[in-house]
Structures are given as C-alpha cells and as structure tokens.
C-alpha cells in the first residue's frame, strides 16, 4: 500500500460543483502539502500545514481551501470549481527531522472541470 | 522574480551519459533538489545539494556550484527505464520550494 494516498485518483466534473480531494498518510510526518501541476510550468504549491493546528497558503491558493483534520490527513476542497483548475494535484509530506526536507509525494488525483 | 530554468526536452541512446541543466535565480538559497517523475506517475526524490560539488548515488551524480546559480543531473548508462522528466527544486531563503518546469528525457534503443 502506498504510503501517501489520494483519493480520487480521477475525477471529471462541471463548473461551479464543489469537489474535495482527501490525501491520508502512513508515514508519520507534520507536514503536508497539496500542489498542482500543469503541463510545462513547475509545481506550484497551493496550501502547506506543518502541524493539525497550522494552515498557510501557498503561491495559489486562491478558490481553495484546506482542512487538516488529523495529522495523517489533509484534504483540498475546491468550493466552485472552474474550467482553469483542470490539472494534476499532488499532496505531499516531508519529515521535520529530516535534514533534507525531501517530499514524499502522493500517486495524484487528475481533476477535469467541464 | 524567483526564477528556475530547465531544457525542455532531451534525446539520449541507451547505454549512454546524459547531463541535464538546471540553473536557478531564488532568494536566498538552502539546497537543490532533483525528482523524476515517469508519465502519469507522482514524483520521487533523487538527490539533494547543499554544498558545492559533485554527489554521486549509483548510476545518478548530482553537482552544484552555488556562485554561478547552476546544477546538473548526470545519469549514465542509460536503461530505457530511464526515459522520465527530472525536476530540478530549490529551496528558498523561506525554506519554500521553488520547482522547475521539468525536463523531459527521451531514450531511445
């Protein structure tokens, strides 16, 4: 079983429905992450948590929101989606110990918004 | 502005070395970092730098030289599997992530 798991992997929906895409973990990590990507631009982060108490925003997070409801999950809700948040979104956890701050990246949930 | 250049595509012939470029302009600096990432599939840690030169993992070196904003991925004895895109990252004065828009390696027999 995958350590960072996504739910759904795959989702098609219309404009202006809410979805919400659920990311849990068995790693044990504080910190969690949820990024999109598109095709020919970088990961861009969108919200970041480090603890279940802590929430900050990413480069963009605008028409987005989060909830961490435990340390092990961390869910991004999209309250009305549109056609330009289409695209592949990650959420990942790093291990605070860790020197290298490396990510641990979820399998992804492709998102179509018609 | 914050700023990661990559190529973004090569070509390479299996068996043989391929070096991909990363150059950065971030604020402030506290290491670099390289992922591949197959089709479709979540991105997975390779290599990080922190300090000036060359770190070797198997078939995969990563180098960095601070001074000129610039690191390469060496990969060698190239299998097909290999064919993927490889993220550069930097980790800014904030301790954020800035990600390259990735290069994407072509393999071919």
């Known amino acids: 079983d995958a350590d960072v798991t996504q739910t759904p992997r795959n989702r098609i929906t219309k404009t202006g429905k809410r979805i919400m895409l659920e990311c849990s973990q068995t790693k044990g990590h504080d910190r969690m992450y949820w990024y999109r990507q598109d095709p020919g631009l970088g990961l861009r982060l969108i919200y970041y948590s480090f603890d279940v108490k802590d929430i900050n925003k990413g480069e963009i997070s605008d028409g987005y929101s989060v909830s961490r409801q435990a340390q092990a999950k961390f869910s991004l809700s999209l309250e009305s989606a549109i056609p330009n948040q289409t695209a592949l979104y990650f959420c990942?956890?790093?291990?605070?110990?860790?020197?290298?701050?490396?990510?641990?990246f979820g399998e992804g949930s492709r998102l179509t918004v018609l | 502005g914050q700023n990661i250049d990559q190529p973004t595509e090569m070509t390479a012939t299996e068996g043989a070395i391929v070096q991909i470029n990363c150059t950065y302009q971030t604020s402030g600096f506290n290491g670099l970092f390289w992922y591949q990432q197959h089709a479709g599939e979540a991105p997975t840690f390779l290599s990080y730098?922190?300090l000036d030169g060359l770190e070797e993992k198997g078939r995969f070196s990563s180098f960095l030289s601070r001074s000129k904003g610039y690191s390469y991925l060496l990969l060698k004895e190239l299998q097909m599997k290999d064919s993927a895109s490889y993220l550069c990252?930097?980790?800014?004065?904030?301790?954020?992530?800035?990600w390259g828009a990735g290069t994407k390696l072509i393999i071919k027999p």
């Open positions: 990252a930097v980790k800014d004065s904030n301790y954020q992530l800035i």
């Open positions: 990942a956890t790093s291990d605070l110990q860790r020197d290298t701050g490396e990510l641990f």
């Open positions: 730098n922190v």
